[in-house]
Every structure is written in C-alpha cells, then in structure tokens.
C-alpha cells in the first residue's frame, strides 16, 4: 500500500525559506522508475507543479521558480525534502507530494497524493 | 511555456455524458493524463496515457487526444462525479497542468 505524508510548518513569515518533507511507504525510491513530485493549490485555485526527483537522482524544476526550489532526497528514510526561499503571500496554498511512476518512456503519472499541507505565509 | 486550456464549468444532468476538453498547442503528440479533485480532498488519477484507466476506475470515465485537443468523457454521469477535473502533460521535463474544469452535476 502507497502512502504519502507531508509535513512542515502552517505559517511561515514573508522572505523566510519554507522546508517541506514528504515521507513515504509502500514504494522505494531506489527503484527504477519511481520518482516523487511536489505539486501546490493556492486556495481556490489550479494546480502548480513545482519539481520533480527520480530514482537515478535527476531533478528537475518549474521554469518560473527554479530559482527558489530545491528538491533532495533521503531513500534510506523515503523521504523527499523541498525546499523554497523567500517566501511570498502569494505562495499560499496547500503543498501536496506526489509519487510520480515512470510507466514507459515518456510516460509518468502522479498516481498517488499525499493528504496536503497547506501553508500560509504572513 | 506550455499551456493548456479548459473550460471553467461544464454541466450536465444525471445519467448523461459530460465533456471537458483541454487544449495547447500539438498536444495530440504529447501524452494527456487526467485527475478529479472533490472538495477538500487530493485529486486522484482518472486517465493515463491519453485514454487508460487506472485500476478502480469506472468504465464510464474516458479518454481522448488528437490534434489540439485532448478530452475527458464521463459517461451516465453520477452525482458522485461532481469535482474539479484537471488535465495534464509533459512539456518536455516540465508537468503543465490546465486551469480546471468544474463539473456541475445537476
């Protein structure tokens, strides 16, 4: 059974740096083709992929906030960390973790979420 | 960047087809991967790979992609299919997901 679970800080303040864990079971991301996403909603709203890590160690980041984010992980806790500097209102939203499953060349999913976390900054 | 298109809502009564179309820019040579998200819960995964179902899935949920346009059909739609649909794809390494479409279920 995959579980995800997030967890972090309810509030941070303006220009903080935001450290969010998402901790897993159920899968290892060791295996090849596993790889875990952070995704946000700000209130009310769409859907924003922030970044993405695989098992081989590869990265990869929204174009308009590759400059806040860093993405790391920890396999022998299943645990993923992403962290994003200076902290804005704006980025106010529920933070959710995602295993992404490489399917076949070119294909990834995200086909399991964890529960959110949401987090406001003031 | 890449972006999608959808419609804000679309409604339709109980037991008939809705359909929600999203839309960029060659998309049909990209895969479409779609997920429904009820109030205050996560989304989960409905479509994969332009037109799979997960395991769990019901059949009447179903998928499409060519051209410009993917899109998501429900079919015999049920009151329990009322949520947020997004969809979403690869824009090379990047995930885009589409604003979301909210479906009324009246």
């Known amino acids: 059974q995959v579980t995800l679970r997030e967890s972090g800080p309810a509030v941070v303040k303006p220009a903080q740096t935001l450290t969010l864990t998402c901790t897993f079971s159920?899968?290892?991301?060791?295996?090849?083709?596993?790889?875990v996403s952070w995704i946000r909603q700000p209130p009310g709203k769409a859907l924003e992929w922030l970044a993405r890590?695989?098992?081989?160690?590869?990265?990869f980041y929204s174009t308009s906030l590759k400059t806040r984010l860093s993405i790391s992980k920890d396999t022998s806790k299943n645990q993923v960390v992403v962290t994003m500097t200076n902290m804005d209102p704006a980025d106010t939203a529920t933070y959710y973790c995602?295993?992404?499953?490489?399917?076949?060349?070119?294909?990834?999913?995200?086909?399991?979420w964890g529960q959110g976390t949401l987090v406001t900054v003031s | 960047s890449y972006e999608l298109t959808q419609p804000p809502s679309v409604s339709v009564s109980p037991g008939q087809t809705a359909s929600i179309t999203c839309s960029g820019d060659?998309?049909?040579?990209?895969?479409v991967y779609w997920y429904q998200q009820k109030p205050g819960q996560s989304p989960i995964l409905v479509i994969y790979?332009?037109?799979k179902r997960p395991s769990g899935i019901p059949e009447r949920f179903s998928g499409s992609n060519s051209g410009n346009t993917a899109a998501l059909t429900i079919s015999g739609t049920q009151a329990m299919d009322e949520a947020d649909y997004y969809c979403?794809?690869?824009?090379?390494?990047?995930?885009?997901f589409g604003p979301g479409t909210k479906v009324t279920v009246l």
């Open positions: 790979e332009d037109n």
């Open positions: 890590i695989d098992w081989d160690d590869d990265k």
């Open positions: 979403q794809t690869w824009d090379s390494t990047t995930a885009v």
């Open positions: 060659k998309l049909g040579d990209k895969y």
């Open positions: 159920g899968f290892s991301l060791s295996t090849s083709g596993m790889c």
């Open positions: 995602a295993r992404v499953l490489k399917a076949a060349v070119g294909v990834y999913y995200f086909d399991y």
